[in-house]
């Protein structure tokens, strides 16, 4: 399996959209991370599976992106690297992603499990 790197700021957008789910149905909360993690393993494994991102900025260059299988609405973007993928963000679909993708550059913590 390939490596998975998770911006702090993933690991938050993904905890938020897990406690919004889980509000009503706390079991529906684990079955979207279970989810979430299943979609980065198998990106991790196959990181130009996702569409490339085609952002106004060029920062934003060699963006991917995919939605969370089952979950089609979030949306995780990723960049690949040569061991895995580092994920950026985990958004649902019908935000201002331009607006909210410029979120300020953090050092990547790996994902632990």
């Known amino acids: 399996m390939g490596r998975i790197v998770e911006r702090p700021k993933a690991r938050q957008e993904l905890e938020d959209i897990a406690v919004s789910i889980g509000s009503d149905r706390p ?3 684990k079955k979207f991370l279970a989810a979430a993690q299943r979609t980065y393993a198998s990106l991790a494994d196959m990181p ?3 569409a490339v991102w085609e ?3 060029p920062r934003f ?3 991917r992106y995919f939605p969370i299988v089952r ?3 979030y949306v995780i973007f990723y ?3 040569a061991d895995g993928i580092e994920i950026l963000h985990v958004l649902h679909g019908f935000r201002d992603l331009e607006n909210l993708l410029g ?3 953090k050092q990547p913590t790996p994902v632990v499990g």
Do not use: M
């Open 27 to 29: 079991s529906a909360a």
């Open 48 to 50: 130009e599976l996702g």
């Open 55 to 57: 952002p106004e900025s």
């Open 61 to 63: 260059l060699g963006l």
């Open 71 to 73: 979950y089609p609405n």
């Open 79 to 81: 960049r690949p690297r």
């Open 103 to 105: 979120a300020e550059r």
